[in-house]
């Protein structure tokens, strides 16, 4: 299993636990928010390293 298809089973596995203690809409947010975040965080050279990266995954 790949790194991205764990992190993706990780963020509905949350939004499933999350979602009867908070509510959809905020447990909805959590699990877009917080990437977001993490990927708003990182330093434009950082970024554009991700970038090249998935970029060059997507081409293999």
Known sequence: MSTRTKIAIGGVA???????????????LVVLGVPAVAY??????????LRRINRNQIGR
């Open 40 to 49: 708003l965080m990182l330093d434009p050279s950082q970024r554009r390293r």
């Open 14 to 28: 949350v939004g499933l636990l999350l979602w009867p203690l908070i509510g959809f809409w905020f447990s909805l």
